[in-house]
């Protein structure tokens, strides 16, 4: 997969591709990175790259000609590739969306700074929007980075074991269940028993169950967007059963409300 960022700092993705999971994606797969300076597509003698805004205000502008120049220059680098703005806008950045990016032969993102992009770029350029959350960042270029990291490790041959990202919090749309190692015994808190004894059937049971509660207790909005499987059902209810010693039985509904 090809991966060109556009950034006034490319310099902000050395570290990046050279370090950890990334840097071993880039020598041992079909991975190749690589981050363009925008700034060196301005056509002016001083490589102006933003403006102040129409209509008035705060802030600064990204000039539309360098942005657009970059971008053709790197779709004729990457003609297959998706071009990905990088902006609060856009779409909410989650799991399903990373193993959709996976598949593609080439991403080109598009890393905007100051107040945004002149508007009128996204009209053909840009292909997507995404973002990877609810907040403002200084910059395009940190959330680019959260994307490429969550892509790159799902491309087969990045990680260890093939299935190893098959056992990822979302994989199966609950959170992860917990992780221990040594020792067994940390400032006072054990290692759960069932962990300690070698009884897979058993582990796999105790790890579905603290993965639910987890999300149960966490993430509710996670159960309620997928469907419960049999075994989950079952786990659910041992614990209404249980709810219920503790609680007495749910009360009426009180009463006006009907639904
Ligand atoms: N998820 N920002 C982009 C400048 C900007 C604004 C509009 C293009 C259009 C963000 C996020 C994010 C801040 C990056 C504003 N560029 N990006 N920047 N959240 O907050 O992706």
């Given at each position: 997969?090809?991966?060109?960022?556009?950034?006034?700092?490319p310099?902000?993705?050395?570290?990046?591709?050279s370090h950890?999971?990334?840097?071993?994606?880039?020598?041992q797969?079909?991975?190749?990175?690589a981050?363009?300076?925008?700034?060196?597509?301005a056509?002016?003698?001083?490589h102006?790259?933003?403006?102040?805004?129409y209509?008035?205000?705060?802030?600064?502008v990204?000039k539309p000609?360098p942005l657009?120049?970059?971008?053709?220059?790197a779709?004729?680098r990457a003609p297959?590739a998706?071009?990905?703005?990088?902006?609060?806008q856009g779409?909410?950045?989650?799991?399903?969306?990373?193993?959709?990016?996976?598949?593609?032969p080439?991403?080109?993102?598009v890393?905007g700074r100051?107040?945004?992009?002149?508007?009128?770029?996204?009209r053909?350029l840009?292909?997507d929007e995404?973002?990877i959350g609810?907040?403002v960042?200084?910059g395009?270029?940190?959330?680019?980075?959260a994307?490429v990291?969550a892509?790159?490790?799902?491309i087969?041959g990045?990680?260890?074991?093939a299935?190893?990202?098959?056992h990822d919090?979302f994989?199966?749309g609950?959170?992860?269940?917990?992780h221990y190692t040594?020792?067994?015994?940390?400032?006072g808190?054990?290692?759960?028993?069932?962990l300690l004894?070698g009884h897979h059937h058993?582990?796999e049971?105790?790890?579905l169950?603290?993965?639910l509660?987890r999300t149960?207790?966490?993430r509710p909005?996670?159960?309620?967007?997928?469907?419960l499987?049999?075994?989950e059902?079952?786990?659910l209810?041992?614990w209404?059963?249980?709810l219920?010693?503790?609680?007495?039985p749910?009360p009426?509904p009180?009463g006006?409300?009907k639904?």
């Amino acid at each position: 997969m090809q991966i060109l960022v556009l950034t006034l700092f490319p310099e902000m993705f050395d570290a990046f591709w050279s370090h950890g999971i990334m840097r071993k994606a880039v020598e041992q797969t079909h991975i190749t990175p690589a981050a363009l300076n925008i700034r060196d597509f301005a056509r002016d003698r001083h490589h102006v790259t933003d403006d102040r805004p129409y209509g008035g205000g705060n802030g600064m502008v990204m000039k539309p000609e360098p942005l657009a120049a970059a971008i053709r220059a790197a779709q004729a680098r990457a003609p297959a590739a998706r071009t990905i703005l990088m902006t609060p806008q856009g779409r909410v950045f989650n799991q399903v969306i990373a193993r959709e990016m996976a598949a593609l032969p080439a991403i080109i993102l598009v890393c905007g700074r100051y107040e945004g992009v002149d508007d009128r770029l996204s009209r053909d350029l840009i292909t997507d929007e995404l973002s990877i959350g609810d907040y403002v960042l200084t910059g395009g270029e940190v959330a680019a980075m959260a994307v490429v990291d969550a892509v790159t490790r799902l491309i087969p041959g990045v990680l260890g074991g093939a299935d190893s990202a098959e056992h990822d919090s979302f994989s199966n749309g609950l959170l992860e269940h917990p992780h221990y190692t040594r020792p067994p015994v940390f400032e006072g808190a054990a290692v759960p028993d069932v962990l300690l004894t070698g009884h897979h059937h058993n582990i796999e049971r105790w790890r579905l169950e603290a993965s639910l509660m987890r999300t149960l207790v966490n993430r509710p909005d996670l159960l309620l967007e997928r469907a419960l499987t049999a075994e989950e059902i079952d786990i659910l209810r041992r614990w209404q059963t249980d709810l219920n010693r503790l609680l007495g039985p749910p009360p009426e509904p009180a009463g006006g409300r009907k639904r």
